[in-house]
């Protein structure tokens, strides 16, 4: 079974960093490219970033591009997402998705609150 | 940035009617169009990928067209669960995009 789990979420201040995590199982983690996708609090889904099953290629939005950075660690099965010069608008449940680069996303986890508030 | 507008933004359906959903894109994605159902408090699920291509374990009640810049998510004889808001997405352009979602009532 596909099963995606992130952590790491939290309350921080404007300026803040944090890292989020996003645990993977049931599949063979490197053939596959992972995405994190946000939903702020009574809207719709934005893609944030995007990376390949190696981790040599990877894509954000402009609205996070050289404030986030999204990384793999393929020996962990896990996928990453330093946070860092956080605002007010990344409040959102952040999920992490399996999918391909440039296709859909099949399976996403339950996400993971994310707060910037002082 | 391709952006992507939904129509319509909300409606109320009784059981068993058909419901339609456009997906506007504002350059031509090929076929580079999902979908997307997401109930309350839950996680988004895939629908259809690639435009018309179904997905295992999805109702076959659900299915998609379109080409280009037009595409559509149709719902035959719509069911009490289907209640829900569903979202299109494009992969054919960096960055890739979301549709603000249609949300679906059931009278």
């Known amino acids: 079974e596909v099963q995606l789990l992130e952590s790491g979420g939290g309350l921080e201040q404007p300026g803040g960093s944090l890292r989020l995590s996003c645990a993977v199982s049931?599949?063979?983690?490197?053939?596959?490219?992972l995405n994190w996708v946000r939903q702020a609090p009574g809207r719709g889904l934005e893609w944030v970033s995007s990376?390949?099953?190696?981790?040599?290629?990877?894509y954000y939005a402009d609205s996070v591009k050289g404030r986030f950075t999204i990384s793999r660690d393929n020996s962990k099965n896990t996928l990453y997402l330093q946070m860092n010069t956080l605002r007010a608008e990344d409040t959102a449940l952040y999920y992490c998705?399996?999918?391909?680069?440039?296709?859909?996303?099949?399976?996403w986890g339950q996400g993971t609150l994310v707060t910037v508030s002082s | 940035e391709i952006v992507l507008t939904q129509s319509p933004d909300f409606q109320s359906v009784t059981p068993k009617e058909k419901v339609t959903i456009t997906c506007r894109a504002s350059?031509?994605?090929?076929?580079?169009l999902h979908w997307y159902q997401q109930k309350p408090d839950q996680s988004p699920k895939l629908l259809i990928k690639?435009?018309?291509q179904s997905i295992p374990g999805v109702p076959s009640r659900f299915s998609g067209s379109g080409s280009g810049t037009v595409f559509t998510l149709t719902i035959n004889t719509l069911e009490a669960e289907d209640a829900a808001a569903y979202y299109c997405?494009?992969?054919?352009?960096?960055?890739?995009?979301f549709g603000p979602g249609t949300k679906v009532d059931i009278k």
């Open positions: 998705a399996r999918g391909v680069i440039r296709g859909a996303l099949d399976y």
């Open positions: 049931g599949f063979t983690f490197n053939d596959y490219a």
């Open positions: 990376i390949s099953g190696g981790g040599e290629d990877t």
């Open positions: 350059q031509s994605i090929g076929r580079s």
């Open positions: 690639y435009t018309s």
């Open positions: 997405h494009q992969s054919g352009s960096l960055p890739f995009t």
